[in-house]
């Protein structure tokens, strides 16, 4: 403590009023280190004479208490201990006076205004007050008044270094130091602490009783507690670690959602993990007694594996398979196996969808196309998907009897029906030469693009963008095309070109240009070539590629485009047959990025997006010869284009009032999932009217397309912590955009009166 506060506090003494029956105040100060003897003289008390005692003066300061000054108020200062009382002439003076200490207690509860009541506590904390670093961070926190609590916690928190007083931060640190084999923290809390004071507020906090203070135990405890909430029935000799205090559920819930504490949770999770022998005891339960379980990591490996079981043991509940795999995104550990579960949704796609078709036939080439654009694409969407996802896999032998059950149906199933029946369908017509017509009537023949789909454009003096890509199959086109809708404001649209017979991607590119006999040479010469024969027909018109376009500037591209009513660019994407998934999702990024950057940089409305692509099948079949063509319409220009948003998400719980810790809710998805209608992602949790979080956070995902709207209600169950509840204040349940956090969607407000309030609250 530095003299200038000793004076602050003297002073406040001295302009105390007075006790009952004296004339003035006197006060004194024995300094028993005379660590202030130098600084006395320069005290300038108000209202207050200052006597300094020294060897040889202390009967005259009696005397001069007693009959010199009798009126002034005085400080009398020893620079030594204060003698016994037989020893001290100043005894009967002292009786009728006031002592003003400057022990460390004493002087810890001076230096931040504690009330004597504290005087134990600071006792206690004498070691934490003699280190200015931790004074600093203690002094930080700005805190005012104090009780026992509230300088428990915040010496606890200065020790374990917080940015402000937090019992649970505190609570987690600790726990870090357990998972890691670190007690560094817990030793520091020992020795500037104080370990029975925290073990004080751990068993208030979170309902620890067992008598041996054991911080794995107190994990142990935690963790079962977080987890009895979602499950039935725990094991019998796991029982004695629930504690039926909410704190625990909600400590937990907010340590495993905590941004950058990812790893160390999931240290002390497998901590507890292990001396639980969780693995044991996960062999015992089927997939519905786990399904809502995300405490420990293992849950969703059991899931991830019994889900495999089943979609292998072809039971065929392929929409419960889904709905399960959906229920775990939300939770702890999803992203930890997002690829086994990608890997096992896109599985049930698949599966589903060969049991929806069946033994799909059609009358003619023309119902097997209309076929194959409704719905049978979805086979080589799905396909694509789940290769994609199995190749990702850190173990893919675990799912190797699942990629051949995908394959053998893809393969032996649909890719040889599909191609069979196509092959042997009677023929629609004969073509303009004469020839047997193989395709499928009504399809618009890919020679036939120019001047059926651009000139239209051209007669209109409009521009027009053709974007033609070798890596486009139909069934990622529906997937772009869905892109397109969420990420772009304007109209798109999906159908079908017939291919010229040779898949090739030259002759197919060629048939895209107007008729011209012009020659058309490989190399660097195509669109040299194709530029030629766009500028035969329209001088205004532009060939080139989009390697080229991304490497240009904003300044660069509106020059080349500059008066340019055709543009045909040429995207390279060209896959492998184990890379179709993969050039595929690349070819989706970049059309999209393409689009956004001629719309932004030279101002385009409209787009042709379509392929010609040299595919993996091979020959004439379906697949290779509809080709896939995207009409899209920037809404740039169009005053009623309607821009893609977010689903809405509403409470339908009628009550606002809360009567127990636990609060179950429904929520509704009011729409759709559609074109323009995109999922949403919320965190929900309740808040005071402070903003302070006193419940656990759900994340709810509200991506239904489905029609019904049993399928769009989603239930949550909302903890509680266990503090006191004023029945006279507000709360509020949160929902949040979880994409932007910062977006607050609603705030509604409750009362909390909790009829049959727990024991443990405090």
Known sequence: ?????????????????????????IIFWYDESGAFADKIDGLNLAGAKTVKLCDNNVFATKLYIEREDTQSNLLIYSPFPRPANKENWLTDAIKYGQTFLTDEASLILLNYKMAGSLRPLAEIYKAFFRSAGRCRRFDGYGITEFTEKSLDIAILSALCKLPAPNF?????????????????????????????????????????????KDFEKLAILLLVTHLSQSIDKLPSAWSAYKSENTNGFVFVDGFMKMKG?????????????????LPKQLAKWKIDDIIGCDTFRQFDTAVAGQLLSLILDQAGEYGMYKKAIRSRRGRRWFSDCETEYSTLLYACEFLSLAKRYGDFSAASREELWKLYEDGLYKFDTFYRKFTRSFDSLHNPEDYRALADKIEQTYTNGFLRKLSAQWRELPENGKAENGAADWGAAGAVGQERFYESKVKPFIDKDERIIVIISDALRYEAAAELLEVMKREH??????????????????PGM????????????????????????????????????????????????SALLSGIKVAYIYHSAAATERDVSGAAEK???????????LKNNVSAINFFITAGANCVHGGATLQEVMLPLIRYRSGKNIAKAAAAR??????TSISRKVTNAIIRLSFFQKE???????????????????GGRVSNENIIIADSASPNPEERTYKESFTLRNIPYDKAKTYYLVLKDSDTADKELERIPFTIDLVCENENLT
């Open 587 to 597: 070819t989706i990024r970049e059309l999209t990025g393409l689009v956004r950057t």
């Open 489 to 506: 404001k304007g109209t798109s649209e999906l159908s079908a070109l017939l291919s010229v017979v040779s898949s090739r991607a030259k």
């Open 510 to 557: 060629a048939a895209l240009l107007p008729r011209k006999p012009i020659e058309i040479k490989d190399g660097g010469c195509w669109i040299d070539g194709a530029d030629k024969i766009l500028k035969a027909y329209k001088s205004a018109s532009v060939a080139t590629t989009y390697e080229k376009l991304a490497a240009m500037s904003k300044r660069e591209m």
């Open 261 to 277: 504490y990812t790893e160390k949770y999931k240290a002390l999770a497998d901590l507890v993990s292990d001396r639980l022998q």
């Open 672 to 690: 759709q999932v559609a074109d323009k209608l995109l999922p949403l992602r919320v965190q929900a949790y309740f808040e005071d009217e402070n």
């Open 168 to 212: 649970d931060a505190c609570i987690r640190e600790i726990l870090c130091g357990v998972a890691e084999g670190d007690a560094s923290l817990i030793e520091t809390v020992g020795k500037f602490g104080s370990l029975d004071r925290l073990w004080l507020l751990i068993e208030e906090a979170y309902g620890y009783r067992f008598p041996d």
């Open 1 to 25: 403590m530095n003299i200038t506060e000793i004076k602050k506090s003297l002073d406040r003494m001295f302009a105390a009023p007075l006790r009952q029956g004296a004339a003035r105040n």
């Open 646 to 651: 977010k689903v809405n998400l509403h409470l």
